[in-house]
T-cell receptor, first 114, second 110 residues
């Protein structure tokens, strides 16, 4: 069966520090991979998605970036965090064929920027 | 691009009553509509989904209806229980990744 791992679970970082969140998927090949952000009490905002190695689409201009160095690995990064980057970050995967399939979320990373 | 609106933002029902959450979408090309349940501090989990080639789908106490002409779809929960209390998200997609509504906080009062 497919599993998705996301770490760390919680993170407290000062403003201006770098960020690296990692997500890996097991049990499937060529998945679509996604990063969503959820501000406190708010909805799910799509940040980045990837349909293949090295292919990244950005939905929202910001100081975040994403990379997909391997088929089942997705990384979210920032060089300098802002207070507004605080939130609950969720990695997800779906089957490769199209976007019309369920998203399977990781357990999320709760980021607090102080 | 797709825009999904969800109502109400909060909903309180008595245990045993029904709950209905409604969503509208803007992109007529959208053809996949899942619903997710998110408990406090946890990840969203898929509870039911529907594709545009059907008008209704049921799974025990949960049902979803879709009106393609009006571009709206609804989640119906019958015989609500305290464990149904959570935030529910609707979403839609066609040729682009899922776009989510802003969520409905459902409280089931025992």
């Amino acid at each position: 069966s497919q599993t998705i791992h996301q770490w760390p679970a919680t993170l407290v970082q000062p403003v201006g520090s770098p960020l690296s969140l990692e997500c890996t998927v097991e049990g499937t090949s060529n998945p679509n991979l996604y990063w969503y952000r959820q501000a406190a009490g708010r909805g799910l905002q799509l940040l980045f998605y990837s349909v293949g190695i090295g292919q990244i689409s950005s939905e929202v201009p910001q100081n975040l970036s994403a990379s997909r160095p391997q088929d089942r690995q997705f990384i979210l990064s920032s060089k300098k965090l802002l207070l507004s980057d605080s939130g609950f970050y969720l990695c997800a995967w779906s089957s490769r064929t199209d976007f019309n399939s369920p998203l399977h979320f990781g357990n999320g990373t709760r980021l607090t920027v102080t | 691009g797709e825009n999904v609106e969800q109502h109400p933002s909060t909903l309180s029902v008595q245990e045993g009553d029904s709950a209905v959450i409604k969503c509208t979408y803007s992109d007529s090309a959208s053809n996949y509509f899942p619903w997710y349940k998110q408990e406090l501090g946890k990840r969203p989990q898929l509870i039911i989904d529907i594709r545009s080639n059907v008008g209704e789908k049921k799974d025990q106490r949960i049902a979803v209806t879709l009106n393609k002409t009006a571009k709206h779809f609804s989640l119906h929960i019958t015989e609500t229980q305290p464990e149904d209390s959570a935030v529910y998200f609707c979403a839609g997609s066609g040729n682009t990744p899922l776009v989510f509504g802003k969520g409905t906080r459902l409280s089931v009062i025992a």
